[in-house]
């Protein structure tokens, strides 16, 4: 009777543990990355009872039926149930969760915590913050795109990106008719900039072309600057038909000053960047091309325009500083053929122009001359000018991405996820938080989305994975089990008195 009192006890104890479990995991349901926990028993140890059975020696070294009673029940362990949580959306980009294995990185400067509780917020420092002032930690990108040290994630609200020079424009022209309005007797395949003039009200009147092509280019400050490609017919061979093109700036890069910052009355040659033809057979076709660039800035003397120098097959000319290919779907893969000194020396003479050669490339795309489609023009560059934070966004692999007033993103983080050998070794800490100890074993911090990671949901927090309808069930088990124990303590109580009133008697 006396072992009945302690086993009963034993089960008072083990069964209020139990619903101290199960009601912890009741007051967290809707704590926001909450895993739910469920506690396992395990019988005390056992002794044997002499009478309770026989000894049979039907075989040799063979006996069974010896008789064992418990001693009561224990709580074996309490376990953390890793499940996913449902996702719950949210307006804030900084609200993120983790679907599938794995945890954030939070830090106090001291120590290093992991948490499945995505509820970031940035403090006055741009910080990203837990609620109760934990920084979360990840890898800034440098400028030049490579990932540095592990630090905690800053943004700055007012961050600006600087801005980048064109290096490359992509032209991709139907110009459709060989018309030839400005005429140059000496010089027919620089016509366009014999006639240029940068102190007119138009550089160019509206005759002298059969059609043009605005451009913003940005030089190497990122600086926006308004840049026109003029085209207009030039004569050619029997065979192939030949367009001469005018590059030229505008007034914002024309314009000079002297060294105490007055401005400078304006040549007729200020802003001419580029001057060429464009070579096409008589389907339409781009074959080639030729191009120069002026070696003094403003010149219109012949003397002074050079080939163009060559960057991967493509003609290269200077806005105020940034270097640019041009483009117009074909390049000059074995360099200029046959370039003169400088287009002083064509005249009016096709064959001095510099040539491409046979091996020329010829991209998808390219410029054509097809008399049958309407004139038409567009282009591409690679510049930008300077930009204001606006916006960011969390890419699934846990990248951090600024979208900036220039149009450009840029990649400013990257958030890993961490994952244990073992999570049911992990320590918690309250507050959402677990620590790595020991038991849990290596931990590896990796890209989101990637082997056994998983992915990062923005604007989105994982809720808590426990499951009420579960917890109530358990409630009532375990308040059954502690009432029914707590029967056999009074049961065996009376039944002690019983026999003490005997000894009495």
Sequence with gaps: MNS?????????????????????????????????????????IYTGQAGMGEWWNNQEDSRVALGQTGKGVQVDTVRTIFTQGAMESSNTVTDMAINGKGFFQVTDGVSLYYTRAGDFRPDNEGVWRTPTGLALNGY?????????????????????MPGKGTARVDLTMNL??????????????????????????????SGSY??????????????????????????????????EFLIAAGASAAGKTDADGNALEPSPGDGLLMSGVLQFDASGRLTGMSAFTPAAAGSKDLADWQPAELNGGLPQLTLDGATMAVNFGISAAGGWRNAPASAADVGTDQARLPSM??????????????????????YAQDGYGEGILSTVAVKTDGTVVGRYSN?????????????FVSEDGLRREGGNLFAATAEAGQMDMGVAGTENYGSVNAYNIEVSNVDMATEMVNMIITQRGFQSNSKVVTTADQMLQKAMELKRG
């Design 407 to 419: 149009g450009q993103d840029q990649n400013l983080w990257q958030i890993p996820v961490c994952r």
């Design 357 to 378: 050669g046979t091996d020329a490339v010829r991209a998808e795309g390219a410029s054509t001359l097809y008399n049958s489609s309407a004139p038409r023009g567009a």
């Design 210 to 243: 059969n059609y043009s092509q605005g451009m913003t280019l940005y030089d190497a400050d990122g600086n926006a600057h308004t840049v026109t490609a003029y085209f207009d017919g030039a004569p050619g061979g029997a065979s192939d038909s030949m367009i």
């Design 4 to 44: 009945a009192l302690y086993i009963g006890a034993t089960g008072m104890k083990g069964l209020s543990q139990g619903m101290q479990v199960t009601t912890n995991n009741l007051a967290n349901v809707s704590t926001i990355g909450y895993k739910q926990q469920s506690i396992l028993f395990s019988d005390l």
């Design 176 to 205: 459709n008719s060989g018309q030839d309005n400005a005429v140059s007797e000496d010089n027919p395949y620089f016509s366009l900039l014999n006639l240029y003039d940068a102190t007119a009200s138009r550089p160019l009147s």
């Design 140 to 160: 800034k990108y440098n400028e030049d795109g490579s990932l540095g040290g592990l630090q905690e994630v800053r943004i700055d609200k007012f961050g600006v």
